[in-house]
């Protein structure tokens, strides 16, 4: 069974610095995406940055040159570094992982699975 684990977030100040971490744990022998999206309440779950296994990263608009994703692969472990922070960036923070390797306990065991979410964290952002 795949898990996302988040960490991070929290309460800034407009300007301020918070980084997020989200680990997969599971008998995980690759994963080819994770990254980071978020929500508002009553609105749609948008992108923020996504990262493949081997480096390529994808930011929205609204987060680039401000926004850095990084990754770990031995750890399946990816890192948000959020700067500049305004209070728009304001939401939930959800941890996405597609395309997953993953032993499975029975044939065929080794298995892959889409599209796995954390449970979501905090940022709240004030002026």
């Known amino acids: 069974q795949v898990q996302l684990v988040e960490s991070g977030g929290g309460l800034a100040q407009a300007g301020g610095s918070l980084r997020l971490s989200c680990a997969a744990s599971?008998?995980?022998?690759?994963?080819?995406?994770m990254g980071w999206y978020r929500q508002n309440p009553g609105k749609q779950r948008e992108l923020v940055a996504t990262?493949?296994?081997?480096?390529?990263?994808n930011y929205a608009d609204s987060v680039k040159g401000r926004f850095t994703l990084s990754r770990d692969n031995a750890k399946n472990t990816v890192y948000l570094q959020m700067n500049t922070l305004k209070p728009e960036d304001t939401a939930a923070y959800y941890c996405n992982a597609d395309r997953i390797l993953y032993r499975s306990g029975t044939c065929p065991f080794q298995r892959w699975g889409y599209d796995y979410w954390g449970q979501g964290t905090q940022v709240t952002v004030s002026s």
């Open positions: 990262i493949t296994n081997n480096g390529s990263t």
């Open positions: 599971g008998s995980i022998f690759s994963i080819i995406t």
